[in-house]
């Protein structure tokens, strides 16, 4: 079993409010989509780099009238749920790979001035010295690369119910090959004490335990600490925890990692072609974040 996660003044804040055309009250179909959800674009926790470019795009978009309204990834998802059961509008800020888009027919929103930027990748980082010290860690941590699909999966299986621990080894157990490839000629351990920090992202909630379970399947002892983004990146760049497999780059953590850059080791990419933007249900009538403006 893993350790206990070590929680670092993370809340979960639920109580969102969907602003839509709900509550048992007539809708107005004449209503701009602006004042059908109260100006108001759902977002997620305010360090992330993806509530900063959204910022952004109030601003060059002229969006004068939105607010982006901060929270967390659960809150995101949780306000995205009600609204689409209920056929609802809803802008939230969202990304790829996330279950959401397997659970819900959903749409990004054109962005024309290119705000988001190209695709992003997801880093592994490593504290400095740790292919000395743990030689084996280090490699599978370097050989570690999977698909969107293949986090997809891990991710799907969260949703429905299952552990965290359940479903990274169930995914482990199903996909042997791949994992062989990732230990292949990396030592083995004998309890030795790796820890991995993370963020409450779907997404890196699914990676960082698949490749604890990896790891802890290769004889070490391994603990994932549950944090913000702050110290996820501060945590890799001292030296107090290992290893992180969650750096979303180039833009999502490029405040955090040019604040840290020199000290931590960069394996490269783990997946590649994530996405970040403005996401919608299918079914509202909007392609582009120019939709967005007050007529």
């Given at each position: 079993?893993?350790?206990?996660?070590?929680?670092?003044?993370?809340?979960?804040?639920?109580?969102?409010?969907?602003?839509?055309?709900?509550?048992?009250?007539?809708?107005?179909?004449?209503?701009?989509?602006?004042?059908?959800?109260?100006?108001?674009?759902?977002?997620?926790?305010?360090?992330?780099?993806?509530?900063?470019?959204?910022?952004?795009?109030?601003?060059?978009?002229?969006?004068?009238?939105?607010?982006?309204?901060?929270?967390?990834?659960?809150?995101?998802?949780?306000?995205?749920?009600?609204?689409?059961?209920?056929?609802?509008?809803?802008?939230?800020?969202?990304?790829?790979?996330?279950?959401?888009?397997?659970?819900?027919?959903?749409?990004?929103?054109?962005?024309?001035?290119?705000?988001?930027?190209?695709?992003?990748?997801?880093?592994?980082?490593?504290?400095?010295?740790?292919?000395?010290?743990?030689?084996?860690?280090?490699?599978?941590?370097?050989?570690?690369?999977?698909?969107?699909?293949?986090?997809?999966?891990?991710?799907?299986?969260?949703?429905?119910?299952?552990?965290?621990?359940?479903?990274?080894?169930?995914?482990?157990?199903?996909?042997?090959?791949?994992?062989?490839?990732?230990t292949d000629g990396a030592a083995k351990g004998n309890?030795?004490?790796?820890?991995?920090?993370?963020?409450?992202?779907?997404?890196?909630?699914?990676?960082?335990?698949?490749?604890?379970?990896?790891?802890?399947?290769?004889?070490?002892?391994?603990?994932?600490?549950?944090?913000?983004?702050?110290?996820?990146?501060?945590?890799?760049?001292?030296?107090?925890?290992?290893?992180?497999?969650?750096?979303?780059?180039?833009?999502?953590?490029?405040?955090?990692?040019?604040?840290?850059?020199?000290?931590?080791?960069?394996?490269?990419?783990?997946?590649?072609?994530?996405?970040?933007?403005?996401?919608?249900?299918?079914?509202?009538?909007?392609?582009?974040?120019?939709?967005?403006?007050?007529?």
């Amino acid at each position: 079993m893993f350790k206990k996660f070590l929680t670092m003044g993370l809340t979960l804040t639920l109580a969102v409010g969907v602003a839509a055309c709900g509550s048992g009250e007539e809708t107005n179909e004449d209503a701009t989509v602006g004042e059908r959800l109260d100006y108001e674009i759902i977002g997620i926790d305010p360090g992330a780099g993806l509530m900063k470019a959204t910022a952004q795009v109030l601003e060059d978009y002229e969006l004068t009238d939105w607010e982006l309204v901060e929270g967390s990834g659960a809150a995101m998802t949780a306000a995205l749920k009600k609204a689409y059961n209920n056929e609802e509008p809803i802008v939230v800020t969202g990304w790829t790979p996330h279950w959401m888009f397997s659970k819900f027919d959903l749409k990004y929103l054109e962005d024309p001035k290119g705000i988001y930027g190209e695709d992003e990748s997801i880093h592994t980082l490593v504290r400095n010295g740790l292919k000395e010290d743990l030689p084996g860690v280090h490699q599978v941590l370097d050989q570690f690369n999977w698909t969107s699909d293949d986090m997809g999966e891990v991710m799907v299986m969260n949703e429905d119910g299952m552990s965290s621990e359940e479903s990274a080894a169930q995914w482990v157990a199903d996909h042997a090959d791949m994992v062989a490839e990732w230990t292949d000629g990396a030592a083995k351990g004998n309890g030795e004490e790796v820890t991995i920090a993370f963020v409450a992202w779907a997404s890196e909630i699914a990676s960082t335990h698949v490749i604890g379970q990896v790891l802890m399947d290769h004889g070490y002892d391994v603990t994932l600490r549950q944090v913000e983004v702050g110290p996820m990146f501060a945590g890799v760049a001292d030296g107090s925890v290992d290893a992180l497999v969650a750096a979303w780059l180039p833009i999502t953590h490029a405040d955090h990692y040019s604040t840290f850059e020199g000290d931590f080791e960069d394996l490269g990419a783990n997946l590649v072609g994530t996405k970040v933007g403005l996401v919608v249900p299918s079914y509202m009538d909007i392609d582009s974040i120019e939709d967005l403006k007050s007529e």
